[in-house]
């Protein structure tokens, strides 16, 4: 058997199509090959690199647009799952999060361009280091094969190591740096661990085959299953490091910190949800494949391990937001307990199974897209006031409301909104995920609402300090001097957070449409390599 | 007709914001203006919407309801254009924004819209810095608590009810008092707090609703009409009830969780107290009222005693405390404690004369410490503190404030003639009647042995009221130096804007005092039919009668009995509490007695 793939991935396969399928990600290795050449032409200064950096965001964009036209009619075959032996994967869930990755790294690029480039000095390094974390994330949704897996985790973080710590002369960086590459580092090596671990039982690097074994030998076979569980958790551990879930997640403190706002704001976002994503189609893999009374025996436990990990996750960032005086460092903690409440999302899916309970998918969906926009906004005032003061401490935001209102009113918006109050986009977020762990109408999925229900509260009080200390202190400094367009760009995520919340029925209709399909697609998949079990999940 | 009428009522002081919001350059007595200009023009609105009530009333066959919108939200949009194709997977959603009134909330309505104009009349003078942030979170305040009032969507009335906290927690944290970031913290924790634990129920009765429906709904008219066909299992309304009553009990504020209130009013702003009181406590009761008792009717029938107890022991103990407090303010926000106490007895003794008494207790509530808010804030502008010790024998200073504050404390301790007198009588009397039997079994949970010691919660009432009316008013003049302090362009006595925002309030506790039956003909009907939902209605409706025996006999007349067809193998899972619930009762499963009762739950299953 093949490293790469069980079959000539070639044969009957028109390259064409195959080229067309993974254009975004050829396109952004493009760009960045654009942003290395570029400075030999037109010189280091910034504005050349962002044209190229801005254009090369914008035909990605426009290529994912087209390939999440085409795969959503399943006409690329043989790399929708149906071929899952091959490496990559173009289906609706990639092509979708390609674009949200592209819009998002849009906002992070027009952050950039208010803030940091008139003193950028290295923006050719800069943008080559962000566009590989990019492409990373965009190749973590991208497959379902072991090895892939661990390179496109480990293109996205290395990058992210180097962007945490790009100025040199910033102590607090390149110690942020350092703390983030070790523990990347080793929770990367536990996963490859992990991987041999399970390369090594199952003689196959593909996700839908471990899961296949599992389906048929089931998970009480001796010492086998205790190898099967311990290559999983090793995995697993790769996939909690990227979504800084608990206890995992002591890099997102430091590194958030130390780094610049923009790019606290990228990984804020997409690293989490690049690796959420990961962990919900390697979950569906198993879902697909393995069936009752199995999926008692092994997805239970599973789901179990997620949720006790997700709320452990909600209460301990929460916990740990309580006493920050640094906005960013809290804003750090705030999103290790929203990626605990996407994970809750994600113990539904695994807990429902494989008959398709699409809720926890959609849930999941929905929630990191307002979460963009929510992170997004609140990094990004937090950058705007941070530039102009020179400090992220709280006192920074020190009577904010009279300083700056056009930053104050969306930073309350956007605060209001990781809460879950109504009527922010938040609160429809907490709503799904809230729904979908109810209708499984489980000991688990109860415990979970409760954990997120307490959590919403817990969190009510850090975020309240922020907007106390920007409506109620009494600061005598002169008003903040922001950029126009870092006023734009945040305004707008206050607006589309109301927005998401009053048309909150679009966003979930697609997430649910995108959802249904992943069962869909999934379930055929593995209906599809298996010839020695009926074919009935699914529809 | 007229569907988007209350829409329009909800949307207008949203819009007046940002109005507000534009003129940059505009000073602050434009902008007052301005904000009690759309204030009034959302009265004038609310009184288009009653005229439209009166002259369309719900009809007995229909849910109880005029004035309906119904725009999907969430999820209808999916089952229209999926239909089938949907699996079974995911449930049909139907959360709407739907709005409609009732006859309880269209006069809960006309109180927000009637108070809102005043409150701001009533903050001119009293605030002076950041006017314009002020003014659009009163604004911002007032339409959230229309939107709760209108609403027919349980998700709705949430969106609604939280968004209350935002703006007031402003209000009060920065236009309060000295110790006014405590109490807005202290305030915003507190109500949030209750408020998670009724989502988490919200998210349940949603489910549950999926489980008995096949549809997510959180539409009111479908589970209140599961809470009538006893859809929910006994065990499930328990804790759905007790999820509902963390969130509203909280907001009432209800006895062991009341302590955020009096902070809260002491700390606010004149207007700020004046909504706080006169509105937005009425969110708990009417969440009650709304919801717990008719979606949940065997665990409100269940629980009654215990709510009692907790109410009775709040009326004393609350009237107790206010005895003893030296500042006008938080004696107020301790009898309204009480008085909400008198509410939450009324709506628990499950009997349309308790909850005809309790809502129109709520209304009177609203105006009569509304009003005291006011006239204390009129002191306070003058004298800078509210402490009974240090100001004294105002009356020669200022008759005009001492007819007011005697007034509305009359009023307030129920005094027959004004509007106090008729909730409370009403609330004794059906919380005594509640017991009564006609077929040999016990109809409410409630009776004479409740109402002995909340009588005793009245009599402590006019104590402590008339006592602070005396010490205040009375007696030898104490003023504190360099007061009363006329800098602000006030009078030593009240200007006739001050006049003008409590003579209108005077006025309405007249006529509710004097001629209550408009009021309470019209909660009748939404009673019967939308909260006990029981077969009382037959021996209520004759209208030549006059109220007070009406109500009598309809109290006397007819048991509370809450439906007790339960829900079949779905709702296995959770059955193991009907068994034990079961026996208490079992005896209002038997069929009833009298023909007109059968008739009229013909008419109410003939319903949408």
């Not at chain 2, 004035?67 to 209808?76: C, D, F, M, S």
Request: hydrophobic fraction near 55%; glycine fraction near 10%.
């Amino acid at each position: 058997m093949s490293f790469l793939a069980q079959t000539d991935p070639w044969a009957g396969i028109d390259v064409g199509e195959q080229l067309f399928a993974f254009s975004p990600m050829i396109a952004l290795i493009c760009t960045m090959l654009a942003v290395v050449t570029c400075p030999l032409l037109f010189g280091r200064g910034p504005r050349p690199i962002a044209i190229v950096v801005a254009v090369g965001v914008i035909v990605t964009f426009y290529l994912a647009m087209r390939v999440a036209g085409v795969v959503s009619t399943g006409a690329i075959s043989g790399l929708s799952p149906g071929g899952a032996g091959g490496m990559l994967i173009a289906d609706p869930l990639s092509a979708g999060f390609q674009i949200i990755l592209m819009v998002f790294l849009a906002g992070i690029f027009w952050l950039w361009w208010m803030g940091s480039a008139a003193t950028e000095r290295n923006a050719p390094e800069f943008f080559i280091l962000l566009l590989g974390s990019a492409l990373g994330m965009a190749l973590m949704v991208s497959t379902l094969n072991l090895l892939l897996i661990v390179v496109a985790i480990e293109t996205a973080s290395l990058p992210s190591y180097a962007i945490v710590g790009f100025d040199k002369r910033d102590k607090a960086g390149a110690e942020a740096a350092l703390k983030y590459m070790v523990f990347g580092s080793v929770s990367a090596a536990v996963m490859l661990y992990g991987i041999s671990l399970l390369y090594g039982l199952v003689g196959s690097l593909n996700v839908a085959d471990l899961a296949q074994y599992v389906a048929t030998m089931g998970f009480h076979t001796g010492e086998s299953s205790v190898l099967l569980s311990v290559g999983l958790l090793a995995f697993f551990a790769g996939i909690a490091f990227k979504v800084s879930a608990v206890p995992f997640h002591f890099w997102c403190p430091d590194a958030f910190e130390g780094a610049k706002v923009e790019v606290t704001t990228w990984l804020s976002v997409a690293s989490k949800a690049a690796g959420l994503i990961l962990l919900a189609r390697v979950a569906l893999t198993f879902c697909a494949a393995v069936e009752a009374p199995l999926n008692m025996q092994f997805l239970e436990p599973v789901a179990w391990v997620i949720g006790i990990v997700a709320a452990v996750t909600c209460t301990i960032g929460n916990f740990s937001a309580y006493k920050q005086e640094s906005v960013k460092r809290l804003l750090a903690y705030s999103s290790i307990a929203h990626a605990g409440y996407m994970m809750m999302a994600a113990a539904v899916f695994v807990y429902a199974g494989s008959p398709g309970y699409t809720a926890g998918l959609t849930a999941l969906l929905v929630y990191i897209i307002i979460y963009m926009f929510m992170n997004l906004g609140a990094f990004g005032i937090t950058a705007l006031v941070v530039w102009d003061g020179g400090s992220d401490k709280l006192d920074a935001f020190n009577g904010l409301m009279r300083r700056a209102p056009w930053l104050a009113i969306p930073m309350i918006i956007c605060l209001m909104s990781l809460v879950g109050l109504p009527p922010f986009a938040g609160f429809i977020g907490k709503w799904w995920i809230l729904v979908a762990l109810g209708g499984l109408d489980s000991t688990l999925g109860w415990f979970l609402v409760i954990a997120a229900v307490a959590n919403t509260l817990i969190s009510l009080y850090f975020y309240l300090r922020i907007v106390v200390r920007m409506v109620f202190a009494e600061d005598q400094r002169a008003a903040v001097r922001a950029p126009v367009g870092g006023i734009a760009l945040v305004n707008l995520c206050a607006l589309a957070l109301l927005l998401l919340f009053v048309f909150a029925q679009p966003l979930k209709t697609s997430a649910e449409q995108l959802s249904r399909g992943m069962y869909q697609a999934v379930a055929s998949n593995t209906s599809d390599s298996s010839s020695a079990r009926v074919a009935d999940s699914g529809s | 007709m007229d569907s988007w009428l209350l829409t329009l009522i909800i949307i207008s002081p949203l819009v007046g914001a940002a109005l507000l919001l534009l003129p940059r350059r505009g000073s602050d007595a434009t902008i007052r203006w301005a904000a009690l200009g759309i204030s009034l023009i959302t009265a004038v609105l609310t009184v288009l919407a009653i005229a439209a009530f009166y002259a369309d009333p719900p009809t007995a066959s229909g849910d109880g309801f005029t004035l309906k919108a119904y725009v999907p939200w969430i999820g209808a949009e999916l089952r229209d254009s999926s239909g089938l194709d949907i699996s079974g997977n995911s449930p049909n959603i139907d959360i709407a924004y739907s709005v409609g009134i009732d006859g309880i909330s269209v006069w809960l309505l006309a109180l927000t819209a009637f108070l809102m104009p005043l409150a701001i009349l009533g903050s001119f003078t009293a605030i002076r810095t950041r006017v314009r942030e002020y003014y659009i979170l009163l604004l911002l305040l007032h339409m959230a608590m229309l939107g709760v009032f209108c609403a027919r969507d349980l998700l709705l009335f949430y969106v609604f009810f939280e968004f209350t906290l935002v703006p007031l927690y402003f209000l009060i944290g920065i236009w309060g008092g000295p110790q006014r970031r405590y109490a807005a913290n202290k305030f915003f924790i507190f109500t949030l707090a209750g408020s998670v634990l009724t989502f988490a129920g919200v998210v349940f009765l949603a489910y549950y609703a999926y489980t008995v429906r096949g549809d997510l709904t959180l539409n009111l008219w479908t589970l209140t009409e599961m809470g009538k066909n006893g859809e929910i299992p006994f065990n499930v309304q328990w804790w759905l009830f007790l999820a509902f009553a963390a969130g509203f009990a909280i907001k009432v504020p209800f006895f062991p969780v009341h302590t955020w209130l009096p902070l809260a009013h002491t700390e606010a702003p004149t207007a700020g107290s004046v909504i706080l009181a006169g509105v937005l406590l009425k969110l708990g009761t009417y969440g009650f009222c709304r919801l717990s008792i008719p979606i949940l009717p065997e665990a409100a029938f269940h629980l009654a005693p215990v709510v009692a107890v907790l109410a009775i022991i709040g009326i004393i103990y609350a009237a107790l405390a206010a005895w003893v407090q030296e500042d006008v303010k938080k004696l107020v926000a301790y009898s309204s404690v009480s008085h909400l106490g008198f509410c939450m007895l009324g709506l628990f003794s499950l009997k349309v004369a308790g909850v005809s008494g309790a809502v129109i207790y709520m209304v009177n509530h609203g105006l009569s410490t509304g009003a005291l808010f006011l006239v204390i804030g009129c002191i306070y502008e003058r004298y800078h503190t509210r402490s009974i010790y240090e100001i004294g024998g105002l009356a020669r200073q200022m008759p005009w404030v001492a007819f007011f504050l005697i007034f509305f404390t009359l009023s307030s301790i129920g005094l027959p003639g004004l509007n106090g007198f008729i909730g409370e009588f009403l609330v004794l009397l059906g919380t005594a009647t509640s017991a009564t039997t006609t077929d040999m079994k016990a109809a409410g949970p409630l009776g004479y042995g409740y109402v002995i010691p909340a009588a005793l919660g009245i009599i402590l009432g006019a104590v402590y009221m008339l006592w602070m009316c005396q010490r205040v008013l009375f007696g030898p003049l104490k003023e504190p130096a360099g007061t009363p302090d006329t800098s602000t362009g006030l009078t030593k006595d009240l200007t006739p804007r001050e006049i003008g925002f409590l003579v209108p309030i005077a006025l309405v506790c007249i006529f509710l005092g004097v001629y209550p039956k408009p009021v309470l003909d019209s909660f009748e009907g939404a009673i019967t039919q939308n909260i006990l939902h029981a077969s009382a209605e037959a021996t209520v409706t004759q209208s030549d009668e006059t109220q007070l025996e009406q109500l009598t006999a309809a109290a006397e007349g007819t048991p509370l009995n809450p439906p007790l067809v339960r829900g079949e193998a779905r709702t296995a899972p959770l059955d193991h509490g009907v068994a034990e619930s079961g026996d208490a009762r079992v005896a209002a499963d038997t069929p009833r007695g009298s023909n007109e009762s059968g008739a009229s739950e013909a008419l109410w299953r003939a319903g949408p």
